[in-house]
Structure formats: C-alpha cells, structure tokens
C-alpha cells in the first residue's frame, strides 16, 4: 500500500511540474534552445501584417508617388502592376468593371455640370429680363408721375382763372 501511495504522489508531482513551465520568462525560440523539439514545432505562420510590410517594401520606389496621385489613371496602373506580379482570379475583369462604372459616373458629372452652366445662363438671362423690365417700370412710373404733376399744375391753373 505504501509503494501505490508513493506510485500517486510521484504522479501527483509530475502533473504540477507539468503544468508549471520550467523557465516561465522563456520565449519560443530560447525554450527551444533549452529543450529539444522538433523542427515544426518552432515554424510559425507568418502574420498578414508582416506578409503586407514585406510584400510592400518590394514594390517599386515610385508607387506611393503614384498611390498619393490624384490621378484614378495611376491607380488602375498600380492595380494592374500587381495583378501581373499576383495573379488573382476574376481581378482584370472586376477592375475592368470597376473603371468602366467609373467612366459612366464621370459622364454622368460631366453632363450634370453641363446641364448646370446652362441653367446658370438661363438665370443670368432672367435677371437680365427682371432688371430691364424693373427698369422699364420704372421709367413707367417717372413719365407718369411726370404727367399728373403736370395735369395737378394745369388744373391749379384753371382754379386760379375760374376764381379770377
């Protein structure tokens, strides 16, 4: 009885050793130092963020140039460019899809600002009219006031013959 409770407290310590690591400050690569594992254990998956950074560093020097352009011309560029170095499925024809809409939005701008400086030529127009018709009325309104004053002059003389 005495060897089975020996038999369970030397499992019993293993467990805990087990579950606590023996360098807990160790990382992967210095535990792989200390310790033999095999080689697959210590390859790791590569991050997208890292894959993005080095896959980035290896374009060319005058993309971010072209990227900050305002230019779409230099953005299809670009695109291009990297579906000739990473070819994807389905990708020359969706960005082909892509600059097509973007033609037929900018032709649709373009014939809304066309539609625009003729309205604005039709309003200039129309103020033109109003300003000529306010000034017309005007000069309605002075030949008017012109002819009473006289036919006021003109019976204030006939008051003054009549009481004469």
């Given at each position: 009885m005495s060897d089975l409770l020996n038999y369970l407290q030397?499992?019993?310590?293993?467990?805990?050793?087990?579950?606590?690591?023996e360098n807990p400050n160790a990382a992967r690569f210095t535990d792989a130092v200390l310790h033999t594992?095999?080689?697959t254990d210590l390859i790791r998956d590569t991050q997208k963020e890292e894959l993005i950074a080095a896959e980035f560093k290896s374009l060319p020097k005058d993309w971010s140039e072209r990227l900050a352009s305002e230019n779409p011309a230099d953005?299809?560029?670009c695109i291009e460019e990297l579906l000739d170095i990473y070819p994807m499925q389905g990708g020359?024809?969706?960005?082909?899809t892509l600059v097509e809409k973007y033609n037929l939005h900018m032709s649709g701008i373009e014939n809304l600002e066309n539609v625009l400086?003729?309205?604005k030529e039709q309003l200039q127009q129309l103020e033109k009219r109003q300003?000529?018709?306010v000034s017309a009325r005007e000069n309605i309104l002075q030949r008017e006031t012109s002819e009473?004053?006289?036919l006021e002059r003109e019976i204030e003389k006939v008051k003054q013959l009549i009481q004469s």
């Open positions: 030397s499992i019993a310590a293993t467990s805990e050793k087990l579950l606590e690591p594992h095999a080689i953005y299809v560029a020359r024809e969706y960005l082909e400086l003729e309205q300003t000529d018709q009473i004053q006289r």
